[in-house]
Every structure is written in structure tokens, then in C-alpha cells.
């Protein structure tokens, strides 16, 4: 299957600052990418997703920049705040041939601590 | 709307056993999935359903069945279960890019653990 991983397993930022979680993914034929936030205890939440036609997409605090001639992701949260503390997953969809099925690929993710 | 429901939140199992983790979701939503995810891994599917009537294998199928009872509900079921399937399970589903998207909404996850 297609493997979607992640640079680095742990990332601790101070309270305010900004934080940068990459992904790498491997599938030139994926069209469409995600990023979920997982608490303890918790199943995981959609943040924010990109198209494959996009480079840069923005929401609130939170931007996922997508360069498809390295085949990487990133997800950029302003002014991180202790309750951006969690397990943060990227993932990929890449449907069967001819499928419009929503099949996503998780890397395993990276644990953000936010130290106040 | 409670969006995705599972039940068991919890469950032990001894080796051998059989149980059935419930899912339903109240989104209209076509598609369902089951995942597990293991200590400092993402989550692996293990079946999914594309919609209601089709079933059809993820990554780690092995020692599991499911059940597409209808559009709401998504069983995932172990015949006989083993210390290998002590993991956290995920229901999710999906308008499956008929909405503009394909992202996925994820119950709270069932812990079982099979000793």
C-alpha cells in the first residue's frame, strides 16, 4: 500500500509560538490530503484538507502548505496554545482506479507538546 | 446529530472469544470504515464499505468480518479473537467526495484488549 510518514515523532513549541508538523507521502497519484488532531482518549478531528490542484490552504490559526514536486505537507498552527496539545496525523486519499471512494492513508503521527 | 456512535467503549476478551464492535452513523453518510491503531502507529483499515451492500478489504483484514447491516450501521466482527488484536478500533464514514471532500469523521473508538 502507499505509505504516508511523518519527519519527526515529537515536536514541543512554547505557548505563542508558531508550530510547523511536515509530512512526507509517497503517491504522485494522490489527490487529495488531510490533516487530523487526535487528544488522548479521543478518536481523531478533522483540522483541515487540500486538493491536489492547491499549494496553500488557510484556515483559523491553521495553514497546510502541499508541494507535489517533493512530494511533501505541512501543517503551520499560529500562536500555539496548550490545547493544540495532541497527536497530529496527515493523510493521503488515493481511490481505486475509476473509484470516486474517499480511501485515506495515515501516517503515524506526531505528538505536539505546548509548554505554557 | 451525534454523528458517529460506537459500543463498546471498552471490552475484554480472553483468547478465543468472538464479539461484534457496533457502529452507526447519522450522517446519510455513504461510505464506512473500520481502523485500528497500535501504540506510535496511525491508523490501518481494516475493512471498509463503499456503500450499503458492498463490503470489501483494507490493509489488515485478517480475523475480521464485517457486517453493512444498512446506510447507518457498520459491524465489525472477531471470530475468534487473539492477544494480536488488543488495539483501539475507529468507526468512521464518509460522503465520499459527493460533497467536495473526502474527508472522515471518526467515533470515539472502542479499547479491547484480549488476554
Known amino acids: 500500500g502507499e505509505s504516508v510518514g511523518l519527519h519527526l515523532p515529537t515536536l514541543s513549541v512554547q505557548e505563542g509560538d508558531n508550530s510547523i508538523i511536515n509530512c512526507a507521502y509517497s503517491?504522485?497519484?494522490?489527490?487529495?490530503f488531510i490533516w487530523y488532531k487526535q487528544e488522548s482518549g479521543k478518536g481523531p478531528q478533522f483540522i483541515i484538507d487540500i486538493r491536489s490542484n492547491m499549494d496553500k490552504r488557510q484556515g483559523q490559526r491553521v495553514t497546510v502548505l502541499l508541494n507535489k514536486t517533493v512530494k511533501h505537507l505541512s501543517l503551520q498552527i499560529a500562536a500555539t496554545q496548550p490545547g493544540d496539545s495532541a497527536v497530529y496525523f496527515c493523510?493521503?486519499?488515493?481511490?481505486?482506479?475509476?473509484?470516486?471512494?474517499?480511501?485515506?492513508?495515515f501516517g503515524r503521527g506526531t505528538q505536539l507538546t505546548v509548554w505554557p | 446529530n451525534a454523528g458517529v456512535t460506537q459500543t463498546p467503549k471498552f471490552q475484554v476478551l480472553k483468547t478465543g472469544q468472538s464479539m461484534t464492535l457496533q457502529c452507526a452513523q447519522d450522517?446519510?453518510?455513504?461510505?464506512m470504515y473500520w481502523y485500528r491503531q497500535d501504540p506510535g502507529m496511525g491508523l490501518r483499515l481494516i475493512y471498509y464499505s463503499a456503500s450499503e451492500g458492498t463490503t470489501d478489504k483494507g490493509e489488515v483484514p485478517n480475523g475480521y468480518n464485517v457486517s453493512r447491516l444498512n446506510k447507518r450501521e457498520f459491524s465489525l466482527r472477531l471470530e475468534s479473537a487473539a492477544p494480536s488484536q488488543t488495539s483501539v478500533y475507529f468507526c468512521?464514514?464518509?460522503?465520499?467526495?459527493?460533497?467536495?471532500?473526502?474527508?472522515?469523521?471518526f467515533g470515539p473508538g472502542t479499547r479491547l484488549t484480549v488476554l
Open positions: 468512521a464514514s464518509s460522503a465520499a467526495g459527493t460533497s467536495g471532500g473526502y474527508e472522515q469523521f
Open positions: 493523510a493521503e486519499n488515493n481511490p481505486p482506479r475509476g473509484s470516486t471512494l474517499g480511501r485515506l492513508y
Open positions: 450522517m446519510n453518510h455513504n461510505s
Open positions: 503517491n504522485s497519484a494522490s489527490d487529495y
